[in-house]
């Protein structure tokens, strides 16, 4: 821990196994589903923490679409197959449904080409993840039963409307009953498979769906120099089960280190604001969606970074390079976890998951997981990375009984635990109290030119994005200019200057975040489906694989002229911006 200051080393030192495992203790007593008196209770007592350490609270209500799964009745054949069902799917009917069941393994689309699904029911290979949910339905399946790879089965969300359903996005939510079975059960429907083709599945399901009250839990330590300016430090406190990992140690993880943390708050320049949601699991992120609808302005002009935290210290969870970062959060997170374990953080590219309800703001995000299996050590790992994991991670997931009645206390490791809560105590202490906000420009508008170089080369004689990438290659050249002249100007620059470069910093990451992650407009939330980076060019997949001069393809031209003058309009407001910044540092132009 050489490379940690004096105030840093007392921090890390304090963090005690014992809260951190009380607290954990504490929280897995209840099954916290959305919306419910248990999970009422588990909020009193993040609330009660929190007054203790003399926080001010703010307990939000807000009415969000919540679903909650009750039953499933399967049977192939007659032999009955144990099975769950999961959140926002419809009910079958009355009677339930016996209809012919016909395999599809992983469920590609290669796999519905060569099968007729229609009026079927998919048996697929893997967990319920919303985008195979709905690949299914799109082919015509009548109903999805998911044949899971462990033994206890994963609860699952398979909606792709992000937070609670608009009038626009209301028609997205499923439309097919969705089960899944464990591995013994997914056999048991193999066999029968290989004994009759096409045998007849009846299938009932109920599933309580419908608008509720649900709670979001705030309290903010303010800063000393810019208490308007602050960091978003945000866990769930809904879960499946018991949910000892997911999210018990995420909710005492956040109460440490912030225990830890107001021991030096008068260190703190910008403040610290802590959320608690409810509505990840049961309502697609329903809670911190709603909270980006009602807070927006404070996010959108305030808003300096959103920290989040999910399932840390889960046993054998010894992979600390490949938690989530952006490209200008990524240094922050490494330089961190070099001081505290001496590895070196890689980190993955974030999905569209996790309560990651920001982005369309254009606030930089870091962490979801910090901390994950060895890759290999979860049958189910694969479409865990799928669901949550951006483009090329490579994480193990987070334990096999993530999402299932075995999330309990001995899934933790209090060592493991601490050495979570560690990184995320040092580099919060750096977000709020470093003169100059650590993100880094620099590799933001560099990562950025990659994509955008790849979408050109992929759009070549179709597109002509070479404007695109002129413009990026320009903003990249002043967010060098600037990092490097920002070096050192915190220790001699005045106050009011020190405030200046922060909102510049502050604004044009805010431009580049959204053109690297979000598609929808800065009011609306792109769907819980994944998408490669700099989203708004994604049709140029379409149009590639269309016949030149066919309506197809000059729809697509038409849409993809209005997304480049998007991504063109985002780039010159990150280099008005930075020429701002640039302004403010000595040696400036006039």
Not at 418 to 437: E, G, H, K, M, Q
Not at 498 to 526: C, H, K, M, P
Request: proline share 5%; with cysteine; net charge negative.
């Amino acid at each position: 821990m050489s490379d940690l200051s004096s105030k840093e080393r007392s921090i890390v030192e304090a963090v005690s196994a014992d809260r951190l495992m009380s607290d954990t203790e504490t929280m897995a007593q209840w099954v916290r589903l959305s919306g419910t008196e248990d999970e009422a209770r588990s909020f009193d007592y993040v609330e009660g923490v929190l007054r203790e350490m003399g926080l001010t609270t703010t307990r939000h209500t807000g009415w969000a679409y919540i679903s909650l799964p009750e039953s499933a009745e399967l049977s192939v054949e007659g032999r009955e197959v144990p099975a769950i069902t999961h959140s926002m799917v419809p009910d079958t009917p009355e009677g339930g449904l016996g209809l012919p069941l016909i395999y599809v393994g992983r469920g590609t689309a290669g796999d519905y080409a060569s099968r007729d699904v229609r009026g079927k029911i998919a048996l697929i290979d893997g967990i319920a993840i919303p985008g195979k949910a709905h690949a299914a339905e799109e082919a015509g399946a009548a109903a999805c039963i998911f044949a899971n790879a462990d033994e206890h089965v994963h609860e699952m969300i398979v909606s792709t409307v992000w937070g609670s359903p608009t009038p626009e996005t209301r028609d997205k939510l499923p439309k097919v009953p969705v089960v899944s079975v464990g591995a013994a059960a997914a056999q048991t429907l193999r066999e029968v498979l290989q004994e009759t083709e096409e045998p007849t599945a009846r299938l009932a399901t109920r599933v309580w769906t419908g608008w509720t009250e649900i709670p979001t839990l705030t309290a903010q330590v303010d800063g000393t120099e810019e208490p308007e300016k602050f960091v978003l430090f945000s866990g769930h406190i809904d879960s499946w089960h018991y949910g000892a990992m997911d999210n018990g140690s995420a909710d005492a993880l956040m109460l440490e280190t912030l225990r830890v943390l107001l021991t030096r708050r008068e260190s703190f320049r910008r403040s610290l604001r802590l959320a608690f949601w409810s509505g990840h699991s049961h309502g697609r992120y329903a809670g911190s969606t709603w909270y980006a609808d009602h807070l927006w302005e404070d996010l959108h002009e305030n808003c300096v970074l959103h920290l989040n935290t999910d399932s840390p210290g889960g046993r054998g969870a010894t992979v600390i390079t490949e938690g989530q970062a952006m490209a200008e959060t990524r240094s922050c997170a490494a330089d961190a976890i070099r001081a505290l374990t001496g590895e070196e953080f890689n980190g993955s590219r974030f999905g569209r998951s996790g309560d990651q309800s920001f982005m369309s703001l254009g606030i930089p995000s870091l962490f979801m997981f910090v901390s994950e299996q060895p890759p290999g050590q979860d049958e189910s790992a694969g479409d865990v990375t799928e669901l949550l994991g951006g483009p090329g991670a490579k994480g193990g997931g987070v334990g096999w009984w993530w999402h299932t009645t075995e999330d309990t206390l001995d899934k933790l490791d209090p060592d493991l635990l601490v050495r979570d809560t560690r990184i995320y105590a040092v580099v919060a202490y750096r977000l709020l109290s470093d003169p100059i906000l650590p993100l880094d420009l620099r590799a933001s508008a560099e990562e950025l030119v990659g994509h955008l170089r790849a979408w050109r080369e992929k759009a070549e004689g179709r597109l002509d994005l070479s404007s695109v990438v002129s413009r990026a290659e320009e903003v990249s050249e002043l967010a060098s200019s600037f990092q490097d002249r920002l070096r050192g100007a915190a220790s001699s620059a005045e106050p009011e200057t020190v405030r200046g470069l922060n909102e510049s910093i502050r604004r044009a990451a805010s431009e580049l975040v959204r053109l690297n992650y979000a598609r929808s407009g800065r009011f609306d939330q792109d769907p819980a489906l994944g998408q490669p980076p700099v989203p708004l060019l994604a049709p140029v997949d379409e149009l590639v694989s269309t016949e030149e001069g066919s309506d197809a393809a000059h729809e697509l031209l038409t849409l993809l002229v209005r997304r480049r003058n998007r991504v063109l309009h985002g780039l010159s407001e990150a280099k008005k911006i930075l020429r701002s910044g640039l302004d403010l540092l000595p040696g400036a132009e006039a």
